[in-house]
């Protein structure tokens, strides 16, 4: 991390920030807040407002750097043209989105039904990529939702929202749905969660053993479907994963 020098506290000097790469501001803050910033971490509400704009010039400057050690003519080349600028664009605002913007805002509804029912939400389409490669991780999830008179609905589209937000991010499928699961109960409170989340790596089939058909299932069961086998045995059998 850089630290400031003398240089920069210097009275007189005019905006002492200029010149800072803003990632480095923000890495301030989350290091003065001692918050953790892993490539899975949501790291919104340190961003202030106009420096998600300033770290897009900021990656795009380092990606072409990457391009000019990967000694591709970045000036002559039109493919590679803007490339850097694309694939900056597309960590931040797309890809990697679940990182940089505060969490999707939910309409809660009391249960005024008394809903106690299994409910089941899926295949919500996964899309990732890992930790580790950068690679797309792309697959389906699963969500089971044992509801009790005091648990918050929330619309089935939403709990696509709050997939689309946790998987926006670079991941581990295994802490992923974890990540998940801890968001839905926290904002809904059931008496039991289950998910089920299915994804093909990338880094598997382009690279590495180049095995195209392995795919990683991970499950994560909470409340009464840890204690009632018979209700997770319901909920595993009424997922249409065959096909
Ligand atoms: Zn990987």
């Given at each position: 991390m850089l630290r400031k020098t003398e240089a920069d506290q210097r009275p007189g000097q005019?905006?002492?920030?200029?010149?800072?790469?803003?990632?480095?501001?923000?890495?301030?803050?989350?290091?003065?807040?001692r918050k953790r910033f892993n490539a899975n971490d949501n790291i919104a509400e340190f961003i202030e407002p106009g420096e998600l704009e300033a770290l897009l010039d900021?990656?795009?400057v380092k990606m072409k750097g990457v391009l000019e050690s990967l000694v591709i003519d970045v000036d002559?080349?039109?493919?590679?043209?803007?490339t850097a600028r694309r694939?900056?664009?597309?960590?931040?605002?797309?890809?990697?989105?679940?990182?940089?913007?505060?969490?999707?805002?939910?309409?809660?509804?009391?249960?005024?039904?008394?809903?106690?029912?299994?409910?089941?939400?899926?295949?919500?389409?996964?899309?990732?990529?890992?930790?580790?490669?950068f690679c797309p991780i792309i697959g389906k999830l699963w969500i089971g939702?044992?509801?009790?008179?005091?648990?918050?609905?929330?619309?089935?589209?939403?709990?696509?929202?709050?997939?689309?937000?946790?998987m926006g991010r670079p991941q581990i499928q295994e802490e992923a749905v974890v990540q998940l699961a801890d968001l839905i109960q926290e904002k809904t409170r059931p008496?039991?969660?289950?998910?089920?989340?299915?994804?093909?790596?990338?880094?598997?089939?382009w690279r590495g053993v180049k095995e195209m058909n392995s795919k990683?299932?991970?499950?994560?069961?909470?409340?009464?479907?840890?204690?009632?086998?018979?209700?997770?045995?319901?909920?595993?059998?009424?997922?249409?994963?065959?096909?």
């Open positions: 005019g905006d002492e920030d200029e010149g800072t790469p803003v990632s480095v501001k923000i890495r301030e803050r989350l290091s003065a807040a900021e990656v795009e002559n080349d039109h493919n590679t043209d803007n694939v900056a664009k597309m960590y931040l605002n797309e890809v990697f989105k679940g990182r940089y913007v505060a969490a999707p805002s939910l309409t809660e509804f009391p249960n005024a039904e008394h809903l106690n029912e299994l409910m089941i939400v899926g295949p919500i389409t996964v899309r990732s990529a890992c930790s580790h490669h939702v044992m509801p009790n008179e005091h648990t918050n609905v929330i619309g089935l589209s939403k709990y696509a929202r709050l997939a689309e937000w946790v008496d039991g969660l289950a998910l089920v989340m299915e994804a093909e790596h990338f880094c598997m089939g990683m299932i991970n499950s994560v069961m909470r409340g009464v479907f840890l204690k009632d086998p018979n209700l997770r045995r319901e909920f595993l059998s009424l997922l249409p994963r065959k096909n």
